[in-house]
């Protein structure tokens, strides 16, 4: 029997949050039932909600930065037990089947992964997201929460976590690697950390100096001001990686200077236009232009046990669900130190 849970529904693109319950599916054998304590506010949920990424699926309940507390589980569930605090991310289920499931790559599964929110599940039923009071989800697709990182930090690290993560992991970020930063947000802020705790050199660039204390709290070693037209010129060939989280427009030749010969920039952000690159930026230095989609399971469970072994969460404010539409303006504003999490104990219908 499915249950009635209270959550965050919108009704319609940029309509107003309406607290009401939601149905949540009967306990499958592989199942996980959790009751959810936090969720983070990423970007990506005001894009969809505002349906600033085409069409969306209404009604809608935004949320894939999960973590609670495990109330019950299926007859078949092995990993997880009632009382384990977890997390759930960006996806809650995949084909299992294919080379990219096998690989650990389930973002990529060729049948399309599941998404939190915003989507369809294999059996045609739409995805309700984090915003709630609890959630019912597919055992393969739980992670483990440590000692040491609370709930509240915990959940932006299955978004903004595993998306900084993953690239660093991806192109070989340990002691001595040079990374530069672009954005200092939700993402950007994550990177810092990641890539100081990983022994790099890390360089923060945002567009004014007003964010150039919190930078070095972070763990970076220089803040960069792209205000100033020069502030580039003295890191060109610098960067082994370097890393932008902004959705915004940038001039890409201009910092893809700054990448050495051999190095990646690796793109974690969706601005609305396309890239303008030459090609002789890449191909005179054989450098790499990348991107990269958040992790698989496996790679944000590791990630996980990384930030707990070095006490890293994400840097949030919490607020109440009555806070959550003004927490989106702000969003857009840039106007957060680091992440919104909801407390969802707040969330009354």
């Known amino acids: 029997m499915s249950t009635s849970t209270p959550a965050l529904v919108v009704d319609q693109p940029g309509g107003p949050f309406v607290a009401r319950t939601v149905e949540r599916r009967a306990l499958r054998d592989d199942d996980v039932a959790i009751a959810i304590s936090h969720a983070g506010i990423c970007h990506s949920d005001i894009h969809q909600v505002r349906e600033e990424w085409g069409r969306a699926i209404f009604p809608m309940v935004p949320g894939h930065e999960i973590a609670g507390v495990v109330t019950e589980i299926g007859a078949a569930v092995t990993d997880v037990r009632v009382g384990d605090r977890v997390g759930v991310g960006c996806m809650v289920n995949s084909c299992g089947e294919c080379a990219m499931c ?174 303008g690159v030459r090609p002789s930026m890449l191909v005179g230095n054989s450098r790499v232009l990348a991107g990269s989609n958040i992790g698989g399971i496996a790679e944000t469970r590791e990630m996980l046990e990384f930030a707990a072994a070095h006490g890293l969460g994400a840097s949030v404010e919490v607020i109440d669900a009555d806070d959550v539409a003004d927490a989106y303006d702000r969003v857009v504003a840039g106007d957060v130190r680091y992440r919104y999490v909801i407390d969802v104990s707040t969330i009354e219908a």
């Not at 070095?216 to 082994?240: I, K």
């Not at 932008?244 to 050495?260: C, G, I, K, P």
């Not at 051999?262 to 952000?269: D, Q």
């Open 102 to 275: 096998k690989d650990g790559f389930e973002q990529h599964c060729e049948r399309g992964a599941v998404m939190t929110y915003n989507g369809r599940d294999y059996d045609g039923v739409v995805t309700l997201g984090g915003y709630s009071r609890s959630v019912v989800v597919g055992e393969r697709f739980v992670c483990p929460i440590p000692e040491g990182i609370s709930s509240a930090e915990a959940a932006p690290l299955l978004c903004a976590g595993i998306t900084t993560y993953s690239p660093l992991r991806r192109w070989g970020v340990g002691p001595g690697s040079r990374v530069g930063v672009l954005g200092l947000g939700g993402l950007g802020h994550m990177g810092v950390k990641f890539a100081a705790a990983m022994g790099a050199e890390v360089t923060v660039f945002s567009r004014t100096s007003a964010k150039a204390a919190d930078a070095l709290a972070l763990g970076a070693s220089r803040h960069v001001a792209t205000s100033d037209p020069d502030a580039l010129r003295p890191l060109r060939n610098h960067f082994d990686v370097l890393l932008n989280t902004v959705s915004a427009d940038l001039d890409m030749n201009a910092h893809l200077r700054t990448v050495r010969p051999r190095g990646v920039m690796v793109n974690v952000g969706l601005p609305g236009g396309d890239y």
